[in-house]
């Protein structure tokens, strides 16, 4: 692992308010066209390490840079606008609006060049098909699955560079999990550079190149995916930590 990340967090600290921080001097590196899996106990920052990388929260300390540089204090929509895409823990979308809708508001940085818009959602429901057909259904009407794919396709919309999904099977069935798991892979597998916060400690480290346990706000260990199935290696700490069962 030699190249340079495209995405970097080096030694964060962040709180909400007043003096109590949440991340505690955190570092996390993504490379293109990897995923970077990030695993932890409820409550350990994770989202909130997505939250910091999109610009959601200001940096107490510590810095992060893109493609080498230092964005911490560039504002969310020049992030999304440099490249930067975000699917966040809770559905974010607008359910009485159509799909179509919804797509259109995720082209609003390149609204004024109608061709792109057009194209850009036509390459979503390329991806897509269900998208297409759905396309003029209020996206309250689909299920929790659909509705990811209009988060995916939205947040594609910008031809992402990084793309960062905070636990996009939570709750969901395994069959459309598994279609989820594939896209994401399917991203990194064309270039891009994925984060991928994860409830799912195994399906995670399947897809993940490189992983990042985070606890209590803190670094608690990292490894490749190697490292991660190796018997009584990364593997078994994890399970033991986290009291997740792991086969
Ligand atoms: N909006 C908020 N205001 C204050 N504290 C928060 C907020 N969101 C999360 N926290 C706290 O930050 C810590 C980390 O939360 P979070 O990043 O959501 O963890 P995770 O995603 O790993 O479950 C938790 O202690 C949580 O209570
Ligand atoms: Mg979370």
């Not at 940096?59 to 929509?77: E, N, V, W």
């Not at 004024?112 to 998208?131: H, T």
Request: aromatic share 8%; glycine share 10%; charged share 25%.
């Amino acid at each position: 692992m030699n190249t340079q990340p495209v995405l970097a967090l080096d030694n964060v600290t962040v709180a909400y308010h007043g003096d109590i921080t949440i991340l505690n001097g955190v570092s996390i590196q993504a490379r293109r066209g990897q995923v970077t899996g990030i695993i932890g106990p409820n409550g350990a920052g994770k989202s909130t390490v997505l939250k910091t990388l999109f610009g959601f929260l200001p940096l107490r300390g510590g810095r992060i840079t893109l493609d080498g540089r230092d964005i911490s204090r560039q504002p969310a929509h020049q992030r999304a606008e440099s490249g930067v895409a975000f699917v966040p823990q809770h559905r974010s979308l607008f359910g009485e609006l159509s799909v179509e809708d919804n797509l259109l508001l995720g082209c609003w940085p390149f609204r004024r060049d109608k061709a792109r818009v057009r194209r850009r959602i036509d390459s979503v429901y390329a991806r897509f098909p269900i998208l297409a057909q759905k396309r003029n259904d209020p996206v309250s009407s689909m299920s929790g699955g659909q509705q990811r794919f209009v988060e995916f396709g939205r947040a594609l919309l910008n031809e992402p560079e990084v793309i960062l999904l905070d636990e996009p099977t939570a709750m969901l069935a395994p069959k459309i999990s598994k279609e989820l798991y594939a896209l994401i892979r399917g991203f990194a597998d064309e270039g891009m550079t994925v984060v991928l916060v994860d409830q799912n400690v195994r399906r995670c480290a399947e897809i993940s190149d490189y992983l990042y346990i985070l606890e209590l706000g803190r670094n608690k260990a990292e490894g490749g995916r190697d490292q991660f199935h190796e018997e009584g290696g990364l593997r078994d700490m994890v399970a033991s930590w986290m009291d997740y069962k792991i086969d």
